[in-house]
């Protein structure tokens, strides 16, 4: 398949080197700048906020919390928080997913 509707990443940079993951995070963002929407699975939060237009946050098998970013740039720190817990409560090592979409 050449184009999917939807690019599934999990972990893509958990077992590379730091040069070889700066080189999958540059196709991925190029990759979604071409209109690719991606789907990223990961526990690293610099893959998570360089790569995420929107970040989803998973604890114990449900989300946790929700929350945009800009450019990289979190534009709403408490993000918003369907399972009525605390957000910052939230371990970093629970995120888990992200999605970003052209």
Known sequence: MNRPALLLADEPTGALDSRSGEQVMDLLIDLNQIGQTLLIVTHDPHLATRCAGRLVEMADGRVARERALDNGQDTDPQGTDPQG??????HPKATDA?????
């Open 98 to 102: 992200l999605e970003r979409s052209a």
């Open 85 to 90: 817990t605390d957000p910052q409560a939230t």
